[in-house]
């Protein structure tokens, strides 16, 4: 397995940024796949999920209304678009299977955002 998130970077409270999540070594199309995030002293946690044909999916409440989450099926792919950021967004951004995930992790993006 293999996932490798982008995408990531500096922007001020209120920007936004769109991540990208490319995974090989599983049958993409058929995974429910999601977004995790590990701010610094805190565990790891799924802000996002979304089914393996894309129409099902689920946010929690921290970011809900704020991000969406979506994939492309061709390019094995899923995004995370962050708009409206605040500083409590800071924290590496993970890509995965939702429940449960895979034990090999991508190396993340990380995700500042100043106020």
């Known amino acids: 397995v293999r996932l490798v998130e982008s995408g990531g970077g500096l922007v001020q409270a209120g920007g936004s940024l769109r991540l990208s999540c490319r995974a090989s070594?599983?049958?993409?199309?058929?995974?429910?796949m999601g977004w995790y995030r590990q701010a610094p002293g805190k565990q790891r946690e799924l802000v996002a999920t979304i089914s393996s044909g894309g129409h099902f999916t689920n946010y929690a409440d921290s970011v809900k209304g704020r991000f969406t989450i979506s994939r492309d099926n061709r390019k094995r792919t899923m995004y995370l678009q962050m708009n409206t950021l605040k500083p409590d967004d800071t924290a590496v951004y993970y890509c995965?299977?939702?429940?449960?995930?895979?034990?090999?992790w991508g190396q993340g993006t990380q995700v500042t955002v100043s106020s």
């Open positions: 995965n299977t939702p429940a449960p995930p895979y034990e090999d």
């Open positions: 070594g599983i049958i993409f199309v058929d995974s429910a």
